[in-house]
């Protein structure tokens, strides 16, 4: 897994950016630097790992102990000695393809970084080394995976039949209520009459606006019990089952919840529908160049891989 992936680096703020610049606090005195890997002609050392790990090794002590937690650290320190290489070979890619940052643009980044309230030393040299470094990650990748990667029209309709949940706009209601309220706990019984009586009234052909004028406490009593248009999922459970069976001018049984008793009519009901492909289009193009994007990232690195001198030495 890489940090420097297409998909995190079009997402990744220079807020985020800066979690890699915060300067090293965690050395001992006594810890024992010493060469766990060789990428190319670069070395990777024990302090490179621990500094990756700052962070995520408090939480991993947090929530773990004994063997567990040795496994979970073990795990961890291999994970980011991968990270650490991923970066290495990227980085030297970069200086390979003579791909570079300019002054200017490190200035421009610590500027933006200021502006989002985020700690920057300029006269740090390893923040402004941490910065360089993230700042060519995106700028390299964006040249060697970004820049090669098209999305077709048919690249894209496939992707639309075979995500059409992913634009589907939900089954919709028109729905009235009578809602009698339950204000305490000693009310109960009293509440339940009412909303017997209210259904009584409404078996025996009595009007739905002129019961939920007479027994409804909700706000809408008023207008007849009408809340309008509703959309699937926005619902309370009960009620949205409760509706589920009931066609156009059905009146649901009596619903008990926390708020109190209800009698729901379901007024009209809007089937599923999907939003159309020319609506779409732009999301879906955004999201399959992001999958491809991702695939041919993955491809690149395996290549830097594959060419690179990599020895292991943790």
């Not at 059409?164 to 009293?190: G, H, K, M, T």
């Not at 025996?204 to 007479?214: I, M, T």
Request: proline fraction near 4%; avoid cysteine.
């Amino acid at each position: 897994m890489s940090i420097v992936s297409p998909r995190a680096l079009l997402k990744t703020t220079l807020l985020s950016i800066s979690v890699l610049v915060l300067p090293p606090a965690f050395v001992s005195a006594h810890l024992e630097d010493r060469i766990v890997a060789v990428v190319n002609s670069d070395l990777i050392m024990l302090s490179d790992i621990k500094r990756e790990l700052e962070t995520q090794e408090e939480r991993i002590k947090q929530g773990h102990r004994g063997e567990d937690l040795a496994q979970r650290l073990k795990t961890a320190e291999y994970m980011a000695l991968t990270r650490i290489i991923e970066r290495k070979l990227q980085l030297q890619e970069a200086k390979a393809k003579n791909v570079d940052v300019s002054e200017q643009e490190v200035t421009q980044a610590a500027e933006q970084m200021k502006r989002q309230g985020t700690q920057f030393d300029p006269s740090n040299p390893k923040y402004v080394r941490s910065l360089r470094d993230q700042l060519l990650l995106m700028k390299v990748v964006d040249r060697e995976v970004r820049a090669n990667v098209m999305v077709g029209e048919s690249e894209m309709k496939r992707y639309y039949q075979e995500h059409r949940d992913r634009f589907a706009i939900p089954e919709e209601y028109i729905l009235s209520q009578i809602l009698v309220r339950l204000r305490s706990p000693d009310e109960v019984d009293d509440a339940r009459a009412k909303i017997r009586k209210a259904m009584d009234e409404l078996k025996r052909g009595e009007k739905f606006e002129d019961v939920a004028l007479q027994y409804s406490d909700g706000p809408n009593a008023l207008q007849g019990g009408r809340l309008g248009l509703v959309r699937q999922g926005e619902l309370l459970p009960a009620i949205e089952r409760a509706i589920a069976s009931l066609v156009p001018g059905g009146i649901s049984d009596i619903i008990e919840n926390a708020d109190g008793f209800h009698i729901m009519r379901l007024d009209d009901k809007r089937p599923r529908q999907y939003r159309p492909f020319n609506e779409v289009k732009y999301e879906i193009q955004g999201l399959v160049f992001e999958q491809k994007s991702e695939d041919v990232f993955q491809s690149w690195l395996a290549g830097l891989k594959d060419k690179a001198y990599i020895e292991i030495k943790f």
